[in-house]
């Protein structure tokens, strides 16, 4: 089945370590996204990619970093900078402009 | 920038009663706007999307939605609630010139039997 691959679901952090979350996609998408989700805020983006060997910062970039080095993959680190990591990640991708977003089913970070 | 407003956080509803949950958007083009469903834990659905075209758009679930460029909104209805309605609903927005969309904060849905 096509879909979107997000790993682990849950995943617990010391405070000061860096984290790699997975995102791997296999519906032939171009464009890739990043979003944090906190309760009551909605999603708001932290990255995305339109195509292989680039990506963008969204509206909440500070403290994270990503790669697109395959079509298939998106992984997000958060970094020791973000101040306050603990969310709900959801990933997500689509073909292109004014199309809707496939996502996947999320990772829960605890910092603990 | 587009923007998407949606009213009520929480929205409660009986069993069979009729579901309303509001949305308004701001975009200086025609834009293309969707509804999602997310359940706890999970990731979101499409419920419904609307591009050009019929003005009323029909999704999955019985949901349907009604684009209103006059009032700026895209109102999402459901005749009669069922129990595994309760969920929260996300509006979103295409964001012009990129692929990105823009969301709504949500609005729970809370359905009593």
């Known amino acids: 089945d096509g879909g979107i691959t997000q790993s682990p679901k849950y995943l617990f952090r010391k405070e000061g370590q860096n984290v790699t979350l997975s995102c791997e996609q296999n519906?032939?998408?171009?464009?890739m996204y990043w979003y944090r989700q906190d309760p009551g805020q909605g999603l708001r983006l932290i990255y995305y990619?339109?195509?292989?060997?680039?990506?963008q910062k969204g509206d909440i970039a500070e403290g994270y970093s990503v790669s697109r080095e395959k079509k298939e993959s998106f992984p997000l680190t958060v970094t020791s900078a973000q101040k306050n990591p603990t969310a709900f990640y959801l990933c997500?991708?689509?073909?292109?402009?004014?199309?809707?977003?496939?996502f996947g089913q999320g990772t829960r970070l605890t910092v603990v | 920038a587009q923007s998407v407003t949606q009213l009520g956080s929480h929205v409660s509803v009986s069993e069979g009663a009729l579901v309303l949950l509001r949305c308004n958007y701001s975009?200086?083009?025609?834009?293309?706007l969707f509804w999602y469903v997310q359940y706890p834990n999970q990731g979101l659905q499409l419920l419904l999307k609307?591009?050009?075209?019929?003005?009323l758009v029909k999704g999955i679930n019985g949901f349907e939605a009604e684009f209103k460029k006059s009032e700026t909104s895209f109102h999402l209805t459901k005749p009669s609630a069922h129990m595994s309605d309760a969920a929260e609903y996300f509006c979103a927005v295409s964001n012009t010139g990129y692929s990105t969309l823009t969301f709504g904060k949500g609005t729970m849905l809370l359905v009593s039997p």
């Open positions: 519906l032939n998408h171009d464009a």
């Open positions: 997500a991708s689509s073909t292109g402009r004014n199309t809707e977003a496939f």
């Open positions: 609307y591009t050009t075209g019929a003005t």
């Open positions: 990619s339109q195509i292989v060997n680039d990506f």
């Open positions: 975009s200086s083009v025609p834009p293309y």
